[in-house]
């Protein structure tokens, strides 16, 4: 019988941390384009009124 | 405890999906939340759209050749957080494939199941007629032909405006014909639309594997019976494959596990 404790789960393995980890990025990375989006004036309203004038 | 949620959820899952849809198309927030990529395929030309159409937002900046940092930056955010779950619970165009395919028996459809293998034709809609031809063409050609845009707004738009049912062509024809094929198609077939056609989906399909929320899959409690495929909206054997880029997070198979194999997960 094995102990509890010791019962091999994903959350012991090295593939979830990975996950997580690539997961972060994605949201920094994310987040990064739409502050860089935004200040860029790239918000489709604004774009689209800047192909109307 | 997971079951409990899920089965609460799954509950109000369609009220969210018309609330949604209602939402989505309320006009009076115009104002200010055209600005907002819509997390759904609900067309911007749909004279009530309170959101701006990410795929027709990506061709507008595929037509003047510049690069949508804005807009993929918000589809990245959902979908590093939630994967495809907009697809599940917000899209007005799923919603409609759900309900479609739900007068199947009513209707004596046959069910026609149709290979995963033709999956991979929605990055290459994704890739060439959101991204390249409107590039090249400087049209944008997905919205000419998408059958929510026709639904949304190609049809009431021509109902209502005389001087636009003037210029009724075979591009419309094409257009009704395209959506006619999918509603008929809607009702044999599971999602088909999101499963083979939506470029959206293609973009936050690769998202399910490291995304946030995601199902989890307890294979010494699984006795592989099926329940979590029959009931999926998208047709996934979910005992082998949770994470599948194919999944709209609906959480339908929690609810019907009998082992409560399935598992909802946060990081």
Redesign the interface.
Known sequence: MIPRDHVPSAESEGCPRRRVIVNRMLVVIASGLILLGVSMGQTFVTWLNATLL | MSRVIAFLLTAKRRWVQAVSFIVMNSYFLQAFS??I?CPGLNCYACPGAIF?CPIG?LQ??AV?G?I??????????L???VGRLACGWLCPFGWLQELMYGLRRGLHRPKWQVSERWGWLRYVFLIVLVGLVPFLTHEPWFSKLCPQGTLQAGIPLVLVYADLRAQVGWLYVLKIAILLGFLVWMMSTKRPFCRFVCPLGAIWSP?N????LRL?VDQETCTQCGACQRVCPVDIPVHEDPDSSRCIRCVECIRVCPEASIRLMG?
Not at chain 2, 209 to 212: E, G, I, K, L, M
């Open positions: 055209k600005a990529p701006a937002t507008h900046f003047t510049q949508p940092f804005y807009t993929l930056g918000v589809l990245g955010l979908g590093a957080l998202f594997r490291v995304s946030a989890a990081e």
